[in-house]
């Protein structure tokens, strides 16, 4: 399924759950399940926000940005982080209130059967969502993925304890989970802002993936042949790797071009999006860029 796809489902199941839990807070005024139904309000303008920067990323590369667009979509998930840092302040403002002013509760079989349901819904789309975010590669989906399992957990943790103020008659226990949910989103929240922030620094490629560029290269690696100063980064769903491809001296130009075309079109096959970019260079030329660049530069005579 395409990333546009699954953030368009994920846009209608937040709207959904939204009714669904807005509902079970208006029914039983836990401040437990309204906190619930914020964090929806959340995943839907996270989803909205998400649609959009796939679409931009998805754009071509032009003459201002030949390398794509593809960077857009860590914006989507420094957006989101920041909107959960908000919901969670706000959570955490009804809690204390009520916590200094208690109600007793109302109807919370069938609040609690509607947030059930709710994050039944939820669990499954995330569970679509990761496993799509591993084949695209796609940031945007996993960020609204981890969101989606972060409302089922606190979703999970907020029907238990109301359970137990019906039981045990403990109305404090309301908004003391109220404020667990807060703090459990501010963590994933801060996760997802580090994960922005470590993409628009130009990271390098995951371990697996620099795996397997590696293996690529050394099937055609030996005694004439030999690769070095390779460095890799990644952006969105894009992969980049540039490296020096050293070969004998005395090939023609043609025979070490189709090498390097070769070399190339196996890397990009084996890393679906990798744009490889190889120089050339003779087998007695070592490139010296990387010692220079901490020297003054030197006067010409």
Do not use: C
């Amino acid at each position: 399924m395409q990333v546009k796809t699954l953030l368009k489902l994920s846009i209608a199941a937040a709207v959904a759950t939204i009714a669904m839990k807005s509902l079970a807070w208006w029914i039983t005024d836990s401040v437990g399940l309204l906190s619930d139904a914020m964090e929806s309000f959340v995943n839907l303008a996270s989803a909205l926000f998400a649609l959009a920067m796939v679409m931009i990323a998805q754009r071509p590369a032009d003459e201002d940005h030949p390398f794509g667009h593809t960077k857009a979509e860590y914006f989507s998930s420094g957006f989101e982080g920041l909107l959960i840092a908000g919901a969670a302040a706000g959570i955490i403002w009804a809690a204390v209130h009520r916590f200094a002013h208690p109600q007793p509760l109302e109807s919370l079989g069938w609040g609690l059967a509607l947030a059930v349901a709710s994050s039944a819904l939820n669990g499954l789309l995330a569970y679509r969502m990761m496993a799509a975010s591993r084949v695209h590669r796609s940031i945007v989906l996993e960020a609204d993925a981890r969101h989606l399992y972060t409302d089922v957990w606190t979703s999970a943790g907020v029907i238990v304890g109301l359970a137990l103020v019906h039981f045990t008659g403990w109305l404090w226990l309301d908004p003391v989970l109220a404020i667990g949910v807060a703090l459990n989103i501010l963590r994933e929240g801060a996760h997802l802002a580090w994960r922005s922030v470590e993409g628009l620094m130009d990271s390098a490629v995951e371990p697996d993936v620099r795996a397997q560029i590696d293996r690529t290269l050394a099937q055609f690696q030996h005694s004439t042949i030999r690769f070095d100063h390779l460095v890799t980064r990644r952006a969105g769903q894009r992969r980049f790797v540039d490296l020096h491809m050293h070969m004998p001296a005395h090939w023609s130009l043609g025979r070490a071009a189709a090498l390097r075309m070769s070399v190339e079109q196996a890397l990009m096959s084996e890393v679906p999006g990798l744009r490889a970019s190889i120089q050339l260079l003779p087998s007695d030329v070592e490139a010296q860029f990387e010692e220079l660049n901490d020297e003054p530069p030197k006067a010409v005579p």
